[in-house]
C-alpha cells in the first residue's frame, strides 16, 4: 500500500480486529451508490462458495460484507463526502487529486 503513504493523516480502520458497522457500511453504500460496488469478487470465500454462479441481491451483498471483512473491496477512502473503493492505480491517482486539491 506505498501508494497511500501520502494519506498517512487519516484515520485507518483495520477492518480486521475493527469490524464494518451497518451504519458505516450504508454511508459507503449510499456515497457509492450499491453494495455490490464495495464487494470484493475476488474474495478467497466469494470463490469458496462458489458465489460466481449464484444471482446475489444488493441484500446479500450487504450480508456477506458485514459477514467477513474479505468480502469488502479495499481500501475505501472516505474524504469530504466522496468514495474511493478499491486499489487500482487510477482510484489511487483520483484519491490523491481531490485531497491534496
Known sequence: MNALKPLDDFQL??????SITPPQLEEM???SGSYEALFSKR???Y???????QT?????????IL???TFLKRPVILFNSEIFVGNSKKTIAMAKENIHS
Open 47 to 53: 470463490k469458496e462458495r462458489r458465489l460466481a454462479s
Open 67 to 69: 459477514e467477513h471483512y
Open 56 to 64: 446475489l441481491s444488493e441484500d446479500d451483498y450487504k450480508d456477506l
Open 29 to 31: 453504500k449510499n456515497l
Open 13 to 18: 480502520q483495520d477492518i480486521k480486529t475493527e
Open 43 to 45: 474474495a478467497r470465500l
